[in-house]
């Protein structure tokens, strides 16, 4: 893992591909749902802190307690509205599951919120985050990323097998896929603009390797 996990202090969960049942027994933090994701959550024995949406789409029996602010704003996602409860009850900067699986629309829409944050996002084998900075990481050779200026940024990388230069990376446009880590320690300076980095957590053996 290139991020300290324990560096966050929530674990907010939407409504899409979430780990399995010992992912959550092993974290420390408050778990929010994003409405459906509480389904998702109770399959597992999993019971959230608090499920926060319009609740169009969780089961009605696990509105319980208390444990739920109904937000029917149709101006604003789900995700939206649990990241603005997360800020008021300063549970910032978050781990963030289930950003994909379902609708492409949806996880693009997921992506563009995403980007306004400090934290981190975890999928099946990939995770991202926000470059705002100069960064090094630590990754095992070989390591598949990509980088995205959002929407855009000027970038210098060392250690990668194609190396940006005062790159201008701007999205949609000119960006870094499908890059890999030639060193073990990757330096990324963000000298402006802000930058999504995705990171593959598992060995992807394809024409880049």
Same mark, same amino acid.
């Given at each position: ?65 208390? +444990?739920?602010? +109904? ?9 939206? +509205? ?29 992506? $563009? ?11 099946? $084998? ?36 194609? $190396? ?46």
């Amino acid at each position: 893992m290139i991020v300290k996990l324990d560096e966050y202090r929530s674990v907010l969960c939407l409504h899409g591909t979430l780990p399995n049942r010992k992912f959550f027994q092993k974290m420390q933090l408050p778990i929010i749902a994003a409405d459906g994701a509480a389904n998702s959550l109770a399959t597992m024995g999993i019971i959230p802190h608090m499920v926060i949406g319009d609740l169009d789409s969780v089961r009605q029996d696990l509105l319980v307690d208390g +444990k739920f602010i +109904k937000l029917g704003d149709q101006n604003s996602s789900d995700f939206e +509205k649990a990241l603005n409860y997360l800020e008021d009850h300063s549970l910032l900067p978050s781990i963030i599951l289930g950003m994909s699986g379902g609708y492409m629309d949806h996880i693009l829409n997921n992506i $563009n919120v995403f980007t306004r944050t400090n934290s981190v996002f975890l999928g099946e $084998n990939i995770m991202g985050l926000m470059l705002r900075k100069t960064h090094v990481f630590n990754l095992e050779i070989g390591t598949k990323l990509s980088l995205f200026g959002i929407p855009r940024c000027c970038i210098t990388t060392k250690g990668l097998k194609w $190396n940006l230069s005062t790159a201008e990376l701007v999205f949609p446009g000119f960006n870094s896929c499908f890059n890999r880590a030639a060193l073990e320690n990757i330096h990324i300076h963000v000298t402006s603009g802000a930058a999504l980095l995705i990171v593959y957590t598992s060995t992807i053996v394809d024409a880049g390797l």
